[in-house]
Structures are given as structure tokens and as C-alpha cells.
């Protein structure tokens, strides 16, 4: 997806009805901190390949999947649209935050301008079949089952977690996640 010849010549030759963006380079704490500028540079080439690729080909239906990081690290809870931009995102991913929002901002800028119809969906942390358990590079929950699946075939007692234990994260399942984006894909 970071191939933009590649990704126009097929938006090109399938002319799909819909797009839905669901492809960025992901990972953990770590990946997130050793990998900044690929993460960043990545993630834009992708979804602007994708976004600007549908545009040019007249495909008017997109779905741009984003993430919870790129509201504020502080920001009040329940986390409101509008909190948007309006202070810092947690530096740990900010990388691949700004490339998130700047996502949403393309896809709502291409509306503005040319009258598309690109959405944005920002879903809590995803989880399901086909996660990445690395114990490096996988995100939160991943991590912890692969952390308690390890403790407990090797007999361990304890694990260890990061944080201070005041964090709270939300989870959903990945085909929540696939029936929402059908749901919202289906509204005007």
C-alpha cells in the first residue's frame, strides 16, 4: 500500500464501490518508539495512496479506519469528537498519531472540496483472531494474554505490566469493528 503506482493501477483496474481503509503499519510501545519516522512516513503513504487514489478514480465511498490515539492524552472521558486536536497526543505514539489525523483531515477536506462521501471511523483498540502476540511489538492486549499464556505454561506466579495501573483502555472485537464499518458505510 506504500507502492503508489501500485495502489492507483489497482483502484484503477477494480473500480470498487467502497474503500474501506483498514491497512496501516502497527505495533506496540516499543515498535511505536523504535520505528517513529516508519511509522509516521508509512502510515501517510498509505492511506493518502488510498484517499487520493479513490478520489482520482471517482470512488466516492471511503472509510477511513483511525485509531483512539489521536485524541489528547488528557483529554476528558467519555473522549467527544471535538476533543480532537486539542492538546497533546501521548508521545509514545505520536507518530503514528499525526499520521492518523491527518487521515481524518484529508478524508474531510476531500469532502469539503469535492463533495465525497470518506468517513472516519476512530474505534477503541482492536482485538480478535490474526493478532500480532509478539512480545515486542503487539499491541497492549495481545501482550498481556501472551504474557499470561507464557506465565502460565512455565509455571510463573507473576507478571509484569507497564504503567502505573491509573490507565484505562477500551476494547473491541474485530468483527464489531467489521459490522460497524458495513453499518456506517450504509448511512448517508
Not at 47 to 75: A, D, T
Not at 102 to 129: D, F, H, R, V
Not at 145 to 167: Q, R, V
Amino acid at each position: 500500500m506504500t507502492d503508489q503506482r501500485r495502489v492507483f493501477n489497482f483502484l484503477k483496474k477494480n473500480k470498487p464501490d467502497i474503500v474501506i481503509i483498514a491497512a496501516a503499519k502497527v505495533g506496540g510501545i516499543i515498535a511505536n518508539n523504535t520505528y517513529r519516522a516508519s511509522f509516521i512516513y508509512d502510515n501517510l503513504a498509505i492511506q493518502n495512496n488510498l484517499i487520493h487514489g479513490s478520489f482520482l478514480n471517482r470512488i466516492n465511498n471511503l472509510l477511513f479506519i483511525g485509531s483512539n490515539c489521536v485524541y489528547p492524552k488528557n483529554c476528558r472521558q467519555p473522549i467527544k469528537e471535538n476533543y480532537l486536536l486539542q492538546g497533546p497526543v501521548e508521545f509514545t505514539n505520536e507518530p503514528y498519531a499525526i499520521a492518523k489525523i491527518a487521515g481524518i483531515k484529508l478524508c474531510e477536506n476531500y469532502n469539503a472540496q469535492y463533495n465525497t462521501n470518506y468517513k472516519c471511523l476512530m474505534p477503541a483498540s482492536i482485538y480478535g483472531p490474526g493478532d500480532n502476540y509478539d512480545f515486542q511489538n503487539s499491541h497492549f492486549f495481545a501482550n498481556l494474554i501472551n504474557k499470561l499464556h507464557y506465565a502460565k505454561i512455565n509455571n510463573k506466579t507473576e507478571i509484569t505490566l507497564w504503567g502505573d495501573g491509573k490507565s484505562k483502555r477500551e476494547l473491541i472485537y474485530v468483527d464489531d469493528v467489521a459490522d460497524a464499518c458495513l453499518f456506517f458505510m450504509k448511512k448517508n
